[in-house]
């Protein structure tokens, strides 16, 4: 399995394509005006507390005011509101926590105005950005993300990532860890420590400790709201969250984010930073990598698949509904049960593609091709836990109900990534929309492909002129590579009254293929 992280650099923003095997399986855009990003911290103040929720409204500086819940307090919630106001009043110079005197922690069942009062001072982390018509969802139990570490002020707990199975390893990091952690924080190992030495996971925290001690100087002189610690930049958030030895490449076409990338790689993987490189063509980097014909594909309301079958994918303000089609596809030497099957196998492993790509979060349901055979139901759920089990974001898969759906709850915490893949009309019909004209080629190829297999002697493809010389023209063409990989040749015919997006075969006598 090969990875490569391909990045865009424009003069507003820069976008991260990651591709598994030469398929965009993630895309992230960097817009650098996003001052609510998971993991920022705000010193704000508590708007006003509504027990009715039991929770508060905090202005952290966005129009709408962020929404902080009882359990997402902390239960050193006391201790932290002290340490806060001492720091900011400059009573407090030592931010180290090991001689700071702890408060007694707040009931689990408590009420929000017990602890909380507006007009209050209080260090906010956004947990969700805003979404839709809504604020920011904060916590204030800090967390400072790290390589291979978190670090939890006013913790003392040690938690291993439960993808670390191993439980001799287990063992080992948490006795490593504990030899280091300083008194007052908490630590949680992430699963990329697995195999690490005592030496890496100790400058990896002191990294961590100096964030921290940083953040409390701003403190001070903070003026209310405003952010006193941000996440890294978007490039190096993402490799510190994903990169790993299966990587084979990073390419950059910006030179400034070439060096700060670099200096990062060097930094968390000395080994692996001859795989950075600098990009440089003529051809823009997305289509290069043909990453721009696979935006245009992946991020409509249909999406296809192999052998002919498709997904449509509605979204609603509540939940996210995926129905899973076979299309026009037949195989006389399987039966229905066998087919739907490998559909659905095939749509399992795309739809868990799509989550991750869109970022969509919330609940999904799916309605997959009726299957009567139990143990086939099993044989597609547990595919799909398995194509899911690398997908960073919290997720959990309920087992195929009595009507075939499979529903999937996903952690959102950003705004779903949404691409418009539909285009104007180029025929003039004005306010109408199409879909965007290389998702035309896709569909002649995949009608040709039906035909080849209905053993057609010989095929005549007429279409739009334009559409006719962009298949035609240039080595290899798009129809030579028809024949190549199908040993057939496809006359192409150019028809002047034709619209736009419009085609039409014919057989070798003359008529028209429905």
Known sequence: ??????????????????????????????????????????????????????AAFVNVGYEKDAFLHYHDLGPKLPSFLKFTKSVSTGKLRDFTLNKFPF???????????????????????????????????????????????????????????????????????????????????????????????????????????????AMCKKLHKAHHPSKVLGELNKASSILRDIFNDTFT????????????????????????????????????????????????TSFGKTVSMAKGAYVIIEHTEALHVIDVNSGNRSNKEKTQEDTALEVNLIAASEIARQLSLRDMGGIIVVDFIDMTKPENRKKLFNHLREEMKHDRAKHKILPPSKFGLIQITRQRVRQEMNIKTREDNPNGISGEEVEAPIVLIQKITHDLEQLFKKDYKKITLNTHPFIAAFLTKGFPSIRSKWFFEHKKWVKVLPRDAYTYLEYHFFDKNGNQIK
Not at 269 to 294: C, D, H, M, T, W
């Open 1 to 54: 399995m090969d990875k490569e992280l391909i990045i865009r650099s424009g003069s507003e923003h820069v976008d991260f394509a990651l591709l598994k095997d030469g398929k965009l399986i993630e895309l992230h855009k960097d817009e650098g005006s996003n001052n609510f990003s998971v993991g920022d911290v705000f010193i704000a103040k508590v708007r006003k507390a509504v027990p009715g929720l039991n």
């Open 103 to 213: 408060e007694k922690d707040i009931d689990k069942d408590g009420k929000i105005n017990d602890v909380l009062k507006s007009n209050q001072s209080i260090l906010v982390q956004i947990a969700k950005e805003p979404i839709s018509t809504k604020g920011p969802r904060i916590s204030s139990e800090l967390s400072i993300a790290g390589r291979y570490i978190v670090l939890v002020p006013f913790s003392d707990r040690i938690s291993i990532s439960q993808k670390i199975e191993n439980k001799e390893e287990k063992d080992r990091l948490k006795r490593l860890v504990r030899s280091i952690t300083p008194q007052g924080f908490g630590i949680i190992v992430r699963t990329v420590a697995e195999g690490k030495k005592v030496a890496e996971l100790d400058k990896d925290l002191q990294n961590l400790l100096g964030r921290w001690t």
């Open 249 to 296: 490449s990073i390419h950059v076409d910006d030179e400034e984010l070439y060096i700060q990338i670099k200096d990062y790689v060097q930094e968390i993987a000395p080994k692996k930073e001859s795989i950075v490189k600098l990009y440089q063509s003529n051809v823009p980097i997305f289509e290069k990598f043909g990453i721009e014909r696979q935006i245009k």
